[in-house]
């Protein structure tokens, strides 16, 4: 019964040194290492033909309760005045074995455009994202991992509940 408490003590120090670790690991590259399975990506599968693994770390932050990510996928195209978008969703998965979230996009699907007419000229480059991204759970602990087209790019932000208000 006296080994129990060390035993625990001896699982939270592997754990802490296993978040600092990730935390030192540098944010949104999938490195030569990660690739291969190294680290805290073990538990995540290799992305498949067509498609990048992005390994998001986030900071630690005091309350993490209060915030939420949104992960935006999408890509570079050529545009007119009208508002562009692509049909493509996350679909949450979980890691076998382990429990832990990861995010896939399989196909940006195809660019959808409002119809209005546009002056000449109006053309120019802009980053055009997927409809209806959900928030995620803000968690410092555990990389965010977002598999997408190839040609993608994942782009991210993070959102800050206020304060909470009381109803009339």
């Known amino acids: ?9 001896g699982v939270a120090a592997l754990t802490l040194a296993a978040c600092a670790t990730a935390q030192a690991e540098s944010a949104m590259t999938d490195t030569p290492a990660a690739q ?50 692509f049909g493509g969703r996350l679909v949450e998965r979980t890691a076998e074995g382990w429990g832990y979230t990861y995010y896939i996009m ?35 602990r555990l990389p965010l991992v977002v598999y997408a087209p190839s040609d993608a790019e994942v782009r991210y932000r993070v959102w800050r509940a206020g304060e909470e208000q009381t109803a009339p």
Request: hydrophobic share 40%; proline share 5%; net charge neutral.
């Open 36 to 85: 291969s399975g190294a680290g805290d990506l073990k538990a995540f599968p290799a992305a498949t033909a067509g498609q990048t693994r992005h390994v998001i770390r986030l900071p630690a932050q005091s309350d993490e309760d209060a915030l939420k990510v949104e992960v935006i996928v999408g890509k570079t195209i050529r545009v007119d005045c009208n508002r562009h978008s």
């Open 106 to 140: 399989d196909s940006l699907g195809q660019a959808a455009a409002t119809m209005m007419a546009c002056p000449p000229g109006s053309e120019h480059d802009a980053f055009v994202r997927s409809s209806g991204q959900d928030l995620i759970r803000y968690n410092s």
């Open 1 to 9: 019964m006296k080994l129990l408490p060390s035993l625990f003590a």
